[in-house]
């Protein structure tokens, strides 16, 4: 199975700073296509996790302009800019190369 | 706008079965392959299933491989997970999720979720 290890465990961030979640595979989840099949989500405080980057670095429907998406093949990242009181919650990056799909174990980001 | 509704999620004694429906709208469901996503209480996300668009094809994690069967009625919009065999490690919420495989994933739209206990 390929692990997905996320860090830091948990974030707190000052209202209008930027805070990076990292994310790292097991195993390249570049496919020979040239697409990397890496995913972020978040799960708001009591809400269903909501799709947030597909793709390693393409923005979902919705999704605010200061989230990215970035990396390589293995080490991938989740930049927030100018962080809002919105933003909390617990992100996951997942991978969606092969079966098991599998999570990140997920990092809490708070606000200070 | 897509929305998935899940039901079915009761308390249950170990050993015994039950059956999550998800009702889908907003798409045309026959179209997109379906996926369930479990959350135990207070930990991380695990995916459980995923089935094609005709349901021709499934697919499982091995811990729930021979115990749960993930299906779909295409003519009333609905996926299915019967899950036999219950253990206390399968008490999670469960998630009904879709998407556009190989672009946004299995996972770029989800219900609200149903909880399944299982405890004697």
């Known amino acids: 199975d390929i692990v997905m290890t996320q860090a830091p465990l948990s974030v707190s961030v000052t209202p209008g700073e930027s805070a990076s979640i990292s994310c790292r595979s097991s195993?390249?989840?570049?496919?020979?296509?040239?697409?990397?099949?890496v995913y972020w989500y978040l799960q708001k405080p009591g809400k269903s996790p909501q799709l947030l980057i597909y793709?390693?670095?393409n923005l979902a429907s919705g999704v605010p302009d200061r989230f990215s998406g970035s990396g390589s093949e293995t080490d991938f990242t989740l930049k927030i800019s100018r962080v809002e009181a919105e933003d909390v919650g617990i992100y996951y990056c997942?991978?969606?190369?092969?079966?098991?799909?599998?999570f990140g174990s997920g990092t809490k980001l708070e606000i200070k | 706008e897509v929305q998935l509704v899940e039901s079915g999620g009761v308390l249950v004694q170990p050993g015994r079965s039950m059956k999550l429906s998800c009702a889908a709208s907003?798409?045309?469901?026959?179209?997109?392959?379906m996926a369930w996503v479990r959350q135990a209480p207070t930990k991380g996300l695990e995916w459980v299933a995923t089935?094609?668009?005709?349901?021709?094809?499934?697919y499982y994690r091995d811990s729930v491989k021979g115990r749960f069967t993930i299906s779909r009625d295409n003519a009333k919009s609905t996926l299915y997970l019967q899950m036999d065999s219950l253990r206390s490690e399968d008490t999670a919420t469960y998630y009904c999720?879709?998407?556009?495989?190989?672009?946004?994933?299995?996972?770029?739209?989800w219900g609200q979720g149903t909880l399944v206990t299982v405890s004697s």
């Open positions: 999720t879709t998407g556009y495989p190989g672009i946004t994933g299995w996972f770029a739209y």
């Open positions: 907003g798409f045309t469901f026959s179209s997109f392959p």
């Open positions: 089935i094609s668009t005709s349901g021709g094809s499934t």
């Open positions: 195993k390249s989840l570049l496919h020979s296509n040239g697409i990397t099949y």
């Open positions: 793709r390693m670095s």
């Open positions: 997942g991978q969606l190369l092969e079966n098991p799909l599998t």
